[in-house]
């Protein structure tokens, strides 16, 4: 099976080591290729997709700049896909292109793996980017009680919680001087902006705001301990990390490339033996 990824700055993605794992461990021999914008020409998503598909791959995952635009390439789109309006996930079928959103089915796919059953509650969101537009609608179909944006674009998150409201989900925004005052309120911290990766060190919020009561995901997972994340575990809140996302998403995405439910059905089984390896790998856990 021939996939590949389609994005800028892609080339210490770990996609590849995820989808090849996946299919050796369920059977399918897997090409995963990386079609970096920033190493090779291209055009447009579209001339990249038809040139994929002319080459026979089955599908591609989408990532910066070009999730909203793959939407447009569908004919067919998940429901979860159409709520985001961006797509990670273009499936090559006979009848045409479908669009998957599997940070969306992904977010909460590994929230539950991590956290169990446990309410989101009042959740915290920075960052209303693509990963935090997926986020933020998985926060909704998981019960949040209400989805609290903050952006360093302010209208970026009044346009995601006009969005989220549409949907039926409660949401509101707060300016970063509000932070102080808000975080404490809040069961649930999210951070989905680029402040922690090896690239943007840092923590998106004051360190001394999480306490205990908390649960944290944070998307970042090079590293895959953030500051964050070991900010949370000191006071020993829960954590969901950045690993959690990568994987159920990864997982989601290969399922959808099957044409064997047989094999999706091995795929999903193998989710929680691929979230073992990559934690052990990349957070150094038992």
Known sequence: MKLGLIGKAIMNSSSPDLHVRLGELIGIPTTYDLFDANEQPIESLESQVRKVMAAGYRGVNVTYPWKEDAMHLANRASEGARMVGAANTLVFEESGIFAENTDFTGFVSGFHATLGERE????????????????????????????????????????????????????STITPAQLAETVPACDGLVNCTPIGHEKSPGCPLPKELVAAHHWIFDAVYVPAVTELVAAARAVGADVMSGVGLFVFQGVDAFKRFCEDESKRAAAEEQAATLYAHYRRELLQEP
């Open 120 to 171: 989101p509650g009042r959740v915290l969101l920075l960052g209303t980017g693509g990963v935090g537009k997926a986020v933020a609608f998985g926060l909704g179909r998981l019960g949040a009680l209400e989805v609290v944006l903050m952006d360093l674009d302010p209208a970026k998150s009044r346009q995601l919680a006009a969005e989220l409201k549409a949907q039926g989900f409660a949401a």
